[in-house]
Antibody, heavy 121, light 106 residues
């Protein structure tokens, strides 16, 4: 299974950041993975944003929850992130990842290559 | 939120050295800890999970130990490919990462 992020590299303050992760070599609705988003501001630690599974409600980082929306598109085999009302603090490399649903916890062996999103006017 | 603190932040070492990185949790996380290696411009690579379980294919020179609030990652004999940044990640309560330890060539 491989993951690839896509989306604009530049977003204006107060606008909505939209990213998509395309899954290849597997099905987004197979139940094999919890589809997860992370971000990493330049020079800083990784931050868990949240996950979506093929059933049930998404789980969001409480600090971002009011601005976040996750979705699955089974026809395109993709999952997506929307983060509204962005500021410069949202500038980061955004990664999509997969948590194997058969594993014993939330650790990640499947990652996209990451995409840099800069928030600037 | 559970806070994760790594030490040192930067570590200078030579090929062949044995190095240890420490990760401390702000509260007990049992053994629910993973270690990752990240190189500049690349995604993180999983090395160890459940504190001490080596991911298949990861060289045996990497080892992890600990439980509760204190954990270590040890590289028994540094190889040139090991110079990178290492992160610990707890998954006892959602998911949080340490600030990273940059392992550089002395």
């Amino acid at each position: 299974v491989h993951l690839q992020e896509s989306g604009p590299g530049l977003v204006k303050p107060s606008e909505t950041l939209s990213l998509t992760c395309t899954v290849s070599g597997g099905s987004v609705n197979s139940g094999s993975y919890y589809w997860t988003w992370f971000r990493q501001p330049p020079g800083k630690r990784l931050e868990w944003i949240g996950y979506i599974y093929y059933v049930g409600e998404p789980h969001y980082n409480s600090s971002l929850k009011s601005r976040l929306t996750f979705s699955l598109d089974t026809s395109k085999n993709q999952f997506s992130l929307k983060l509204s009302s962005v500021t410069a603090a949202d500038t980061a490399v955004y990664y999509c990842a997969g948590d194997d649903s058969s594993s014993s916890g939330w650790f990640y062996d499947l990652w996209g290559r990451g995409t840099l999103v800069t928030v600037s006017s | 939120d559970i806070q994760m603190t790594q030490s040192p932040s930067t570590l200078s070492a030579s090929v062949g050295d044995r190095v240890t990185i420490t990760c401390r949790a702000s509260q007990s996380i049992s053994v629910w800890l993973a270690w990752y290696q990240q190189k500049p411009g690349k995604d993180p690579k999983l090395l160890i999970y459940k504190a001490s379980t080596l991911k298949s294919g990861v060289p045996a020179r990497f080892s992890g130990s600990g439980s509760g609030t204190e954990f270590t990652l040890t590289i028994s004999s540094l190889q040139p490919d090991d110079f990178a940044t290492y992160y610990c990640q707890q998954y006892s309560d959602y998911c949080t990462f340490g600030q990273g330890t940059r392992l550089e060539i002395k």
